[in-house]
Nanobody, 124 residues
Framework: EVQLVESGGGLVQAGGSLRLSCAAS????????IAWFRQAPGKGREGLSC????????YYADSVKDRFTISRDNAKNTVYLQMNSLKPEDTAVYYC?????????????????WGQGTQATVSS
């Protein structure tokens, strides 16, 4: 069974940084495309970034481009999201998702996997 566990959330002041981790188990990690999403209070879940199996193809949403960086370490079965220049509007629960398919939109399919999320709060 595939399990995804996010960590690294917390409270930070505006302009600060957080590094989120998504650790996977129960799977051959480098067979999976991994994505990060977030859900702010009262809003829908937003796709932020996606990284291919080898890390050579990366997507960022406009809302986080130039501030967030996704990376993966297949030897550690872990994907990271480095978040810099954080803003209060970045406050949300952050989720990682994994799919045997290729794109961030594929994370909405029933055969994708999701973690439980980690809270990131940015104070002004």
């Amino acid at each position: 069974e595939v399990q995804l566990v996010e960590s690294g959330g917390g409270l930070v002041q505006a302009g600060g940084s957080l590094r989120l981790s998504c650790a996977a188990s129960g799977v051959t990690f480098n067979d999976l495309t991994i994505a990060w999403f977030r859900q702010a209070p009262g809003k829908g879940r937003e796709g932020l970034s996606c990284i291919s199996r080898t890390g050579t193809s990366i997507y960022y949403a406009d809302s986080v481009k130039d501030r967030f960086t996704i990376s993966r370490d297949n030897a550690k079965n872990t994907v990271y999201l480095q978040m810099n220049s954080l803003k209060p509007e970045d406050t949300a629960v952050y989720y990682c998702a994994a799919s045997w398919r290729l794109g961030i939109d594929d994370m909405w399919r029933p055969d994708a996997y999701w973690g439980q999320g980690t809270q990131a709060t940015v104070s002004s």
